[in-house]
């Protein structure tokens, strides 16, 4: 096809590219959190990235605190995920038929994650969220679905419904397309209220099958579960015979090799998983309890299929990373704590030095900065963030090379790579970014 854009779009840089991709892709990106849309500017078009730096087509570098929006662990072009994937793609890209290599990363989740005996992959969260909850309908008979304010599930119908991450940063938390027809079964509770969810159950008594949570939320800006949240929903959920669903795409294999489910020690009745178990490429997963994953076609009647679930270079890229996390789970997941910590204390000093109003959280290798005044444990206090200052900061620490993501309503991902050196340049990076925003 002759190139839409005009000769003077050819030079090869973000703004020229950005310009050009508009021609063909919505927005010019294939993702809106990608867009930049919240804090302005243009999206920076990716040359290179290796270990725990970016490099754009402009030629400048960055540290990494995106990292692919969460699957980056062991950092970008991981020699070991590399070699597996090219290894792979020298015996076809896909075959739609069972591999060997699937029952190795099934073997490897249940092994890892606590509440999972069986696991389906499939190619996104997406997928794994949207087909979690029909399994929880099918098995309970049930049509209703209880979901978080301000969590992101995915771009599924039933999902849209007050929804965080782009759908927040973009303001279509409740988005246009989906119908009244759905929505009316997608119930909306306030994260870190037991109350309202109790609420919500008693008035729908017998019509709930699930509670679908982000037992971290990541897609509000980085908010972890108040003391006894997690445990009063499995309380809730036992009481009234619904399925706990934890979405555990973002914080599975991230906060401890068996997710937010080992560190808090809940259990839920199904898990989803995305984004590390793909090492990169596109897989998501959805498992539990071996009685409510017997439900799954061919083995029980709840349909779901997908031509490339099981890819098998996703697959041996997903066994590269599961496989580094079982060897290094007694000592990888301290050695992240440490960071974070340090990158957050860091960050508190810096903040104080200017007298700056921030309220900050991390939990394992992800965390956020918000500047507020409050303490923010819901949608509403994350949505009273001063998101212009953040904005200003965003920009400013790209100034600086130091890549976050472009948005108050996200979360910074750092993985194993992040080190002594990275923590000091960040620093001081963010010294100076933030000399230029107070
Ligand atoms: P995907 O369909 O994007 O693979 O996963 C959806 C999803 C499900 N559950 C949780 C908790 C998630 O965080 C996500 C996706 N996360 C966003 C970032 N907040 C992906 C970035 C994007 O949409 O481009």
Request: net charge negative; with cysteine; proline share 5%.
């Amino acid at each position: 096809m002759d190139d839409v854009a005009s000769p003077a779009l050819d030079i090869r840089t973000s703004e020229a590219l950005y310009a050009k991709a508009r021609h063909t892709i919505p927005g010019g990106v294939n993702s809106p959190a990608r867009a930049f849309k919240s804090v302005g500017g243009t999206p920076l078009f990716i040359q290179d990235a290796q270990g725990t730096t970016l490099t754009d087509v402009d030629g400048n570098t960055y540290i990494d605190y995106v990292g692919s929006w969460g699957p980056m662990l062991f950092g970008h072009a991981d020699p070991d995920t590399v070699a597996a994937v090219q290894d792979a793609a020298t015996r076809s890209t896909s075959y739609g038929a069972p591999t060997s290599i699937e029952i190795d990363v099934a073997e490897l989740v249940v092994d890892l994650v606590p509440s999972i005996d069986k696991v389906r992959m499939v190619n996104s969260g997406t997928e794994a969220t949207m087909s979690a909850a029909r399994v929880a309908r099918g098995y309970t008979g049930r049509d209703k679905i209880i979901k978080f304010a301000g969590n992101y599930h995915g771009h599924g119908d039933f999902f849209l419904i007050g929804a965080g991450s782009g759908p927040l940063t973009h303001g279509t938390p409740d988005s246009p397309g989906v119908t009244e027809g759905n929505a009316k079964d997608t119930l909306l509770a306030r994260y870190n209220d037991l109350d309202h969810v109790e609420q919500l159950l008693e008035a729908h008594a017998g019509e709930v099958a699930c509670i679908i949570v982000e037992p971290i939320a990541g897609n509000m800006g980085c908010i972890p579960p108040e003391p006894g949240f997690l445990e009063g929903l499995r309380r809730l959920c036992d009481h009234h015979d619904a399925l706990l669903i934890f979405d555990e795409v973002m914080t599975g294999f991230r906060v401890a090799p068996g997710g937010a489910q080992e560190r808090y020690g809940v259990i839920p009745d199904l898990t989803t998983l995305g984004k590390i178990i793909g090492g990169g490429l596109p897989v998501g997963a959805y498992g539990g309890k071996q009685a409510v994953m017997d439900h799954v076609s061919p083995e029980g009647p709840v349909y779901q299929a997908g031509t490339l679930s099981g890819n098998p270079l996703a697959m041996h890229a997903g066994y590269t990373v599961l496989q580094k996390i079982h060897d290094r789970r007694d000592t990888l997941y301290d050695q992240l704590e440490d960071y974070a910590e340090a990158l957050a204390r860091g960050t508190r000093h810096n903040l104080d030095a200017l007298g700056l109003s921030y309220y900050t959280t991390q939990v394992g290798a992800m965390g956020c900065l918000f500047f507020t005044e409050r303490t923010v444990t819901d949608l509403d206090d994350a949505k009273a963030c001063d998101t212009e200052r953040y904005a200003d900061y965003f920009h400013a620490m790209l100034e600086e090379g130091v890549y976050l993501a472009p948005s108050q309503f996200e979360a910074y991902f750092f993985g194993a790579l992040h080190d002594e050196d990275t923590l000091d340049a960040t620093l001081k990076a963010q010294r100076r970014a933030l000399k230029r925003v107070h």
